[in-house]
């Protein structure tokens, strides 16, 4: 980190267009992680962007032109509004060091603002360095979070009862074996463990097929 700058500054910079909370709805595809090791959070957010309505009630107050937002987060054991502004950590080239800008023109702050917000009630974005996916829903929703195993025949009862089907999510190990085309960077990466969110599932007879969303 090199610094901090206004979201709505860098923003301009970059795409000579004004920051805005949301461009349209909440996609997965805006979420892209940076520097810091909140991959559970971010694969948290992603999950979310399947039912727009709870997500964007995250957002209770937006003042995009002053920078400054309010985010309802269940935080030990009640709801609470967490206010943040748009100052953010930029590395030395003047773009974030942690979740960058989404959206088709690289304009929204949601994700941004909901990471500051948690790392705010956390106590530092220091503090968001490694977790679990469901922990990061239930401090998200204030649902009640659970693990589900795949192994032995737990996995084919899981989808033989539908529960598959329903809004899940995964805290994924990735055995890497032959993947010659994958970039030694990315190689090293899949390799470790790492999160990812279940968007979709399809049963072949012979063998299953996932949409997951991993977060590098």
Known sequence: ?????????????????????????????????????????????????????????????????????????????????????????????????????????????????????????????EAMEGGFVQDGLVDLTGGIGTRLSFEGGAGQKLYDDKIVGILMFLRCYVVMRNFRDVSPVYRERMAMLHNGSLFRTGNLGFNWLFAIKFFF
Not at 29 to 35: L, S
Not at 87 to 101: C, E, I, M, N
């Open 1 to 125: 980190v090199a610094g901090w700058e206004r979201a709505s500054v860098f923003i301009k910079k970059n795409s000579r267009k004004p920051a805005v909370l949301f461009e349209g709805g909440a996609d997965p595809a805006d979420i892209k992680q940076g520097g810091l090791g909140d991959c559970w959070f971010l694969s948290s957010l992603s999950v979310l962007c399947l039912d727009q309505d709870r997500l964007k009630k995250l957002f209770i107050a937006a003042d995009e032109a002053k920078g400054i937002y309010t985010v309802r987060l269940f935080i030990n054991g009640r709801f609470q509004s967490i206010t943040v502004d748009d100052y953010l950590p930029v590395r030395k080239d003047g773009h974030p060091a942690f979740s960058q800008p989404g959206g088709p023109k690289g304009t929204e702050v949601w994700v941004m603002m909901a990471e500051k917000a948690y790392a705010k009630a956390a106590g530092s974005f």
